[in-house]
């Protein structure tokens, strides 16, 4: 899928989006798998299941603060309702994921199987809205901004998601959305950055990731 009308290349979003489909479609199932009593396993888990939660917080709140409103002022009026609506599904997100964290804090220090089971049940529920709201997005929203707004604009909202990110994670996390992403798309993402991260993520980001998903997912990643 791609950006369709002319205009901002809006296709680094559907990799970042690509990468949350695979994590979130993956997640219940990982954490359904650690036997009950396991702490170390759950522990492992549990920040794997954290660290994605936060990625798409931070996404959120991006598009909330640098987007939205941006399309509001711009777009024509009867489109208003496509942005609200996206607006809307933002706060039904996030109040599925408060609910897991709630969740999620109780059994990642003592794997109880009653925790363990109501985190997977809302990473299921995350992911059936993720689902539905990112289909919404790529299909309504991203032509939107491909016509409204400069490339300085959509740039900042990149630049704003990978900054809330811990430094230690980057790597990691650009892997993370590099492995089913457009080479070209890749380069483009990068095409603004410094020189030493524009040369070597493209190397470090999948091996980091590799190295990651090892850990979490087992030989199989």
């Known amino acids: 899928m791609s950006s369709a009308a002319p205009g901002v290349d809006t296709r680094e979003m559907i990799a970042v989006h690509s990468a949350f489909r695979r994590e979130f479609q993956l997640a219940p199932g990982l954490v359904r798998a650690v036997a009950p009593g396991d702490v170390a396993r759950a522990q492992v888990v549990a920040e794997h299941v954290q660290l994605i939660g936060t990625f798409l917080h931070h996404h959120h709140d991006g598009e909330d603060r640098l987007l939205w409103p941006r399309l509001l002022e711009r777009v024509p009026a009867e489109l208003a309702p496509t942005v609200e609506l996206m607006?809307?599904?933002?706060?039904?997100?996030?109040?599925?994921?408060?609910?897991?964290?709630?969740?999620?804090?109780?059994?990642?220090?003592?794997?109880?199987?009653?925790?363990?089971?109501?985190?997977?049940?809302?990473?299921?529920?995350?992911?059936?809205?993720?689902?539905?709201?990112?289909?919404?997005?790529?299909?309504?929203?991203?032509?939107?901004?491909?016509?409204?707004?400069?490339?300085?604009?959509?740039?900042?909202?990149?630049?704003?998601?990978?900054?809330?990110?811990?430094?230690?994670?980057?790597?990691m996390i650009f892997g993370m959305i590099m492995k089913d992403a457009d080479p070209e798309v890749i380069r483009g993402m990068l095409a603004n950055a410094p020189l030493v991260p524009r040369l070597m993520l493209p190397f470090v980001g999948p091996r980091a990731y590799a190295r990651y998903a090892r850990r979490i997912h087992g030989a199989a990643a």
């Open 87 to 171: 607006e809307r599904q933002h706060e039904g997100v996030h109040e599925v994921i408060e609910e897991m964290t709630a969740a999620l804090a109780r059994w990642r220090a003592d794997a109880g199987q009653a925790d363990r089971d109501q985190v997977a049940d809302a990473l299921d529920r995350l992911h059936t809205l993720l689902v539905e709201h990112l289909a919404a997005e790529e299909q309504h929203i991203l032509p939107l901004a491909s016509r409204s707004l400069t490339a300085a604009e959509w740039g900042e909202l990149g630049e704003d998601g990978m900054a809330a990110q811990a430094k230690s994670k980057l790597p």
